[in-house]
């Protein structure tokens, strides 16, 4: 009987070749398949778009303002105190320079909460809550004064803030856009 000597066999330039083909269509694979899986993903107009925003209203107390962002703007909310509303409603919508009473700036039975687009209606700046003479908003830059509902009493600024869509989910919730 012959006594032969196994041991592994030891790695050949074929074995090279192999091992680098595979590799080399691996990554042409993956190259390939890439754009069909990047397709799939919404496209950038569809992300500038914005989907809606959902707001917790528990944490904001009574007479406190929140900012959050949507579609790129940022949205005030404003949890009015019973003076701010009686502010609101008396004033004289005739003499007003874009005439929209406080209750079609709010929903009914929510006048409390003052939800708007922060953004100056004069060239884009963003008013100062809390600041003016109607302790409403103020934009710093030119001067417009808003009241505390949004509404432009004073200034270069030809409209009032705007109101963007949302609605209440529930008592403390809300859902912008």
Known sequence: MAVTNEHAPEATRRDFIYLATGAVGAVGTAAAIWP????MNP???TIAAGAPVEVDLTPVKLGQEIKIFWRGKPIYIRNRT???IKAADDVDVGALRD??????????GKEQWLV?????????????????????FFCPCHGSIYDT?????GGPAPLNLAVPPYKFE?????LIG
Request: proline residues 8%; aromatic residues 6%.
């Open 149 to 153: 509902s949004g509404r432009i009493r």
């Open 99 to 108: 005439p929209q009473p406080d209750s079609d700036r709010v929903q009914k």
């Open 82 to 84: 019973p003076e701010e």
């Open 170 to 174: 529930s008592d403390t919730k809300i």
């Open 116 to 136: 708007l687009i922060g953004i100056c209606t004069h060239l884009g700046c963003i008013p100062i809550g809390y600041e003016g003479e109607y302790k409403g």
């Open 43 to 45: 496209d950038k107009a």
């Open 36 to 39: 069909f899986i990047s397709q």
